[in-house]
């Protein structure tokens, strides 16, 4: 509709970062790997959550992402699992 504004994805980004932050738990935003940038990792001692966050589209688009630019891997020697997430705001 027109007027209406669609806010960034960086927004809720930013909101997931504050919440988990305060939490206590140890995140990182804007992952840079060989083909891509994860939007947000939740590490954990025994998990590494991957999160892929879109405004439009859908969360089996977000899913797809993260496998297709293979962003797991860069965790697969952590020896943890690790757990793809897709957000759909």
């Known amino acids: 509709p027109s007027g209406v504004h669609i806010p960034l994805e960086r927004y809720y980004q930013t909101i997931m970062y504050v919440v988990v932050k305060i939490l206590g738990l ?7 790997t060989n ?3 994860i939007d947000f990792v939740i590490k954990l001692p025994t998990l590494v959550y991957i999160f892929e ?3 439009q589209g859908s969360v089996h ?3 797809n992402q993260i496998e297709e ?3 797991a891997q860069k965790y697969e020697l952590s020896n943890k ?3 793809g997430v897709g957000i759909l705001f």
């Open 61 to 63: 688009q977000a899913l």
């Open 81 to 83: 699992k690790i757990i």
């Open 69 to 71: 630019k293979k962003y």
């Open 53 to 55: 966050c879109k405004i």
């Open 35 to 37: 083909i891509g940038r």
């Open 26 to 32: 140890k995140s990182q935003v804007e992952v840079s």
